[in-house]
Nanobody
Framework: QVQLVESGGGLVQPGGSLRLSCAPSGINLADNSIAWFRQTPEKGREGVSCISENRDSTYYADSVKGRFTISRDNAKNLVYLPMNSLSPEATATYYC?????????????????WGQGTQVPVSS
């Protein structure tokens, strides 16, 4: 059974930084493309970033390019998402998810399962 645990969220001021972590179980991380997406009641679901299973290619939504950096540590079975220069528009619950096919990774879609998420409120 695939399970994912997201952590690292919390209240942050505008301009601040956080590093989110994703701990998947029940899958071989090295064999999966992993994405982060965020969700709010107002905006719905938005793909944020994805790291592919081959060559560790990375992809980002335009709204986070240059500020977010996805990475993975297959030995520790963890995926990270450091987020810098956060704005109130980044306020959301963040989830990590395996992507059904690596070909969907550039499109930030195809999420096959996800955890409970971690909340990131950005506010002064």
């Amino acid at each position: 059974q695939v399970q994912l645990v997201e952590s690292g969220g919390g209240l942050v001021q505008p301009g601040g930084s956080l590093r989110l972590s994703c701990a998947p179980s029940g899958i071989n991380l090295a064999d999966n493309s992993i994405a982060w997406f965020r969700q709010t009641p107002e905006k719905g679901r938005e793909g944020v970033s994805c790291i592919s299973e081959n060559r560790d290619s990375t992809y980002y939504a335009d709204s986070v390019k240059g500020r977010f950096t996805i990475s993975r540590d297959n030995a520790k079975n963890l995926v990270y998402l450091p987020m810098n220069s956060l704005s109130p528009e980044a306020t959301a619950t963040y989830y990590c998810a395996p992507v059904a096919s690596q070909h969907l990774c550039p499109y930030l879609r195809g999420f096959s399962s996800w955890g409970q998420g971690t909340q990131v409120p950005v506010s002064s």
